[in-house]
């Protein structure tokens, strides 16, 4: 399958403070210990797959400076995150499954953390760091659960999972677009990619003298496949490139990346920084596929079967690599043991020696053995990815097995429309499958998933929205996160523009008693258009109201006491034929206290 770890010295770690470190959230001085402390630049690329990289064998794609981290980097050849979008974020900011956060799928209200969650940022905050986060997040839009929320103390971000998508700024299309810049909106100049690198460079000069930690989140290669034409125009007309504007974002980001490595050496912080280039699923554009699960058919997937969102190791195997020079972390070396996106955070702590407090219950476990060259001291002996609901959520509610792969250094037991078993050191590509000769290893293997389902269902339920919350005095609510028992609800502009006639519940938790002004929208404010519909009404806590729509309206507003806790919000405007759809966006906002 892969070259069996390459022997690496045991390398002694330098240490990283010469005296007991001092953990504390103020920043008013910089001890000489917190000065020596490694700093940490975490960045992660969207819908890149492992074979969107020169150095991992793509025969068209030019990725000069990621090839040249690829070779003075420490790289993971067997590492896996979860098949999409939000799971990995999720899985990567807390060192837990997915589905232990809450935050499982990429939409219909299940993209939220559970409150009680802890995550890097906190991990590092708490330690003494400045917190960074700059790019996509997609963990949730509102209180209490956006990156100011989470521990990070200076944020640039875009809402929802996508540039463009319904709960991003309306009318941002990857250029010269509108962010949130902790807490307000503000316009930006340039290509998305380009000012997420910029506001990322800035964090670092900001806090050049003291320990931070960036997490420096792409949207980009997502689509829509938006990009600089001169970025794309190597790839146009070739014949064996799938997408042209996919190639020629990643072409853009490995020319920021590059930026960013000079900038950490002009600034002399390249020597103690611990730098890391991953990406969140398998590719989306690299290549195209017969469905989810097939080879490619056209274009390059480094020899493995499946793209986003499938179970099969194209779906979810990813690049990782790590730099570190002064933690001896470097010399182009590889190692092929199974590790995963859960062990980020522990992996991080034991690099940083921060302790991690038992609230954090993490799933994953430190790479730092591995990373030793202490192989045998490496705890993980299998792992488990589910995709629960599958594609478009069409098995909800989740269950057990299904769109679930157990894996192993040598096997993979997918459980994907059947059950399969693979042996990935012969057999890369999982085109045999060889469940019948091995009845013995299918059997272990389906033994392990239990304790994994045992694990994350009890902590598969609603995650709230709060209204009412000092943090975020207006709520504004979009059909992205209505909790749908099947299916994903309107989540971009290209269904809602359609009206579709379906609405959904948000979870809502109200966190202060009192008289709220609700607004029913069809788009959002900013867009400024009139609702469609002729009657309005709304549910919430018990309590039913109803208004007729004034033609040429934007919002149709309404006043209504609420009392503190969990709820439903249900919305519905109604057409002259008594068909209705809900408000994509309601606007909720905190009057008079009770």
């Known amino acids: 399958m892969r070259d069996r770890i390459l022997s ?71 590492f896996h995150v979860s098949p999409f979008c939000t799971p990995t974020r999720a899985a990567l900011m807390t060192g837990n499954h997915p589905a232990v956060t809450g935050a499982y799928r990429t939409s219909s209200g299940r993209t939220l953390m559970h409150p009680d969650e802890k995550t890097l940022a906190h991990l590092f905050a708490d330690a003494g760091y400045t917190t960074g986060m700059v790019g996509k997040w997609h963990l949730g839009d509102n209180a209490p659960h956006r990156p100011q929320d989470r521990g990070f103390q200076d944020v640039v971000w875009h809402r929802a999972g996508g540039v463009g998508q319904a709960p991003d700024y309306w009318g941002n299309d990857y250029f010269d677009d509108t962010y949130e810049r902790n807490g307000a909106f503000e316009k930006f100049e340039g290509y998305c990619t380009d000012v997420w690198f910029r506001e990322g460079i800035r964090f670092v000069e900001e806090n050049k003298d003291k320990p931070f930690f960036l997490y420096l989140a792409l949207n ?98 990813v690049p990782f690599f790590i730099y570190w020079p002064k933690g001896g972390l470097m010399g182009g070396k590889e190692i092929d043991t ?12 034991d690099l940083c020696e921060i302790p991690v407090a038992e609230e954090y219950d993490e799933d994953g476990v430190s790479l730092k053995p591995l990373l030793d060259g202490a192989t045998e001291e490496f705890e993980r002996k299998h792992h488990v990815l589910q995709y629960h609901g599958g594609a478009g959520g069409t098995a909800m509610p989740p269950g057990p097995l299904a769109f679930s792969v157990v894996l192993t250094d040598k096997w993979r037991l997918v459980n994907s429309g059947g059950q399969y078993l693979f042996d990935v050191e012969a057999d890369p590509a999982q085109s045999k499958d060889v469940a019948a000769e091995h009845p013995e290893e299918v059997e272990r293997l389906r033994a392990l998933y239990d304790p994994f389902w045992e694990r994350v269902s009890p902590r598969m339920t609603p995650v709230r929205i709060d209204l009412g919350n000092p943090a975020e005095p207006k709520t504004v609510l979009s059909s992205q ?45 900013e867009a400024n258009k009139p609702v469609k519909a002729v009657r309005a009404k709304l549910e919430i806590a018990g309590k039913t109201m109803e208004s007729a729509v004034n033609p040429g309206t934007t919002g149709v507003e309404f006043e209504i006491d609420l009392p503190a806790g969990p709820s439903e919000l249900l919305t519905y405007l109604y057409t002259e034929n008594g068909k209705a759809g809900g408000a994509y966006f309601t606007d909720v906002e905190l009057i008079s206290k009770k």
């Open 481 to 525: 996160d209505w909790y749908m028992a099947k299916g994903n609800p309107p989540w971009n502009f290209g269904s809602i523009k359609k009206l579709p006639k379906v609405t959904g519940p948000w979870m809502v938790e109200v966190k202060t008693a009192g008289r709220y002004k609700i607004t029913l929208r069809q788009w959002p404010a």
């Open 338 to 349: 199974l590790t995963a996106h859960i062990d980020v955070l522990p992996t991080l702590a």
């Open 8 to 78: 690496i010295k045991a390398t002694s770690f330098l240490t990283v403070a010469t005296s007991v470190l001092v953990f504390s959230t103020g920043f008013n001085s910089v001890t000489k210990a917190e000065a020596v402390r490694p700093n940490v630049i975490l960045v992660m690329t969207d819908d890149q797959g492992y074979g969107d990289l020169g150095c991992h064998g793509n025969p068209i794609l030019k990725t000069p400076e990621l090839d040249k981290m690829y070779s003075e980097s420490v790289r993971f050849t067997d």
């Open 220 to 317: 980009a290669p997502h689509g829509p496949y938006f990009v600089p034409k001169e970025w794309a125009k190597p790839y146009m007309g070739n014949k064996e490139v799938s997408n042209a504007n996919f190639y020629g974002m990643i072409a853009n980001i490995d020319y920021n990346f590059g930026i960013l490595r000079e900038r950490l050496k002009e600034l002399d912080l390249d020597e103690n920084t611990i730098l890391i280039f991953m990406t969140d699923n398998g590719t989306a554009g690299g290549a195209k596929f017969k469905g989810l699960d097939s080879e490619p058919i056209v274009g390059y997937n480094a020899g493995m079967r499946g793209k986003k969102s499938s179970v099969y190791d194209g779906g979810h195997r």
